[in-house]
């Protein structure tokens, strides 16, 4: 894809209409796409569902599920730092629609979680509910519109990223939430977000052979 | 810029063409800075690893071409740090953009162009 002369022909054209696609795909690994990230997504929210399955409510249920919440926030951001800019960084162009989803979903959340917030303090600060129960939901209500806004890109990230959170304050809180409805949605997000996740990372490993050919041929 | 549209009723004769290549953006023709903005205008930012990568240029020549499009306003480059290493980013302008696409239109008119030209002079010696 090397640039020789500059007449006007095809593979000049070609040239720089590859060099545009694999920029395009190797900078979506930047935002859109988490490859392994979403694999760890996965499995977090089905370890965690399997968690309080087994174990039921207790302090056990509430370290693990809250231990597995984080561990894929910070997880998925380490794996994108260090095992998808092998060439550098490149920051994904984000279309001005998503971006206003992702703006209207985080208001949305923001919304929620302010006003339960302001329930939960009232709650706390007139003793209506002891500090073990609302605690844990008000810290919910504070860090979950940053999170939204600075780790959760993707719909399916929202999804199971959203529920873990949920979950964790409501086992920090010394509850577990209803088995039905995590038989609905969190295995399923889980699954979808495990598949999603290989399938973008065997994109990768393609895209970073090619990456590594252009090295090659231009070194 | 000083890039030409080719709309209907333009002159399409062998010399409108060359009037017409002689009018393309020379801050975009050159090919390393045609490169440079190709890969610029497919994200928001990228660093000069991946640019350097991307464009198989040198490292010299990449800072003097990308200094020639900062100087033209289409692209902009900011120095910071990754941690304690000091690191660059370019990003493409609107300006910049505006006349990538340009000059991408124009290139690729005049490339069919050219190929008419080529077709129909075989079809006059035949």
Not at chain 1, 8 to 15: A, E, F, I, K, P
């Amino acid at each position: 894809m090397t640039l020789k002369g500059d007449s006007v022909n095809t593979d000049y054209r070609q040239s720089i209409s590859e060099m545009q696609d694999l920029t395009r795909e190797y900078a979506s690994f930047s935002q859109s796409r988490s490859g392994l990230g979403n694999v760890l997504g996965g499995v977090a929210g089905l370890a965690s569902f399997a968690v309080m399955w087994l174990l039921g409510r207790g302090v056990a249920t509430a370290i693990l599920t809250v231990g597995l919440t984080f561990a894929w926030l910070v997880g998925k951001e380490v794996i994108r730092r260090q095992l998808y800019r092998p060439f550098g960084e490149a920051r994904e162009t984000w279309p001005a629609s998503l971006r206003r989803t992702h703006l209207g979903v985080n208001a949305f959340i923001g919304l929620v979680c302010a006003i339960g917030g302001v329930v939960f303090a009232v709650r706390l600060a007139t003793g209506t509910t002891p500090w073990s129960v609302a605690l844990p939901y008000l810290i919910f209500c504070l860090i979950t519109p940053w999170i939204g806004w600075r780790y959760l890109r993707t719909v399916n990230e929202f999804m199971v990223g959203f529920y873990l959170l949920f979950a964790s304050a409501v086992v920090s809180a010394g509850f577990v939430p209803d088995r039905l409805w995590l038989v609905a949605i969190l295995p399923w997000y889980s699954l979808v977000l495990v598949v999603l996740g290989l399938r973008e990372h065997r994109q990768f490993q393609d895209l970073a052979a090619r990456l590594r050919g252009l090295r090659e041929v231009t070194a | 810029m000083s890039s030409l549209d080719l709309q209907a009723g333009e002159d399409t004769s062998p010399t409108g063409e060359l009037h017409e290549a002689l009018t393309l953006d020379r801050v975009v023709h050159e090919p390393a800075r045609l490169a440079i903005l190709a890969v610029l205008s497919s994200a928001e930012e990228v660093d000069f690893a991946f640019l350097l990568m991307a464009t198989g240029l040198s490292k010299g020549n990449l800072s003097k071409q990308s200094s020639k499009l900062e100087e033209a306003g289409y692209i902009t480059i900011r120095k910071y740090f990754k941690g304690k290493i000091p690191a660059t980013g370019y990003r493409i302008t609107d300006k910049g953009r505006a006349a990538f696409t340009a000059y991408w239109e124009h290139i690729t008119a005049l490339g069919q162009s050219v190929q008419r030209l080529d077709h129909s002079e075989r079809t006059s010696n035949d």
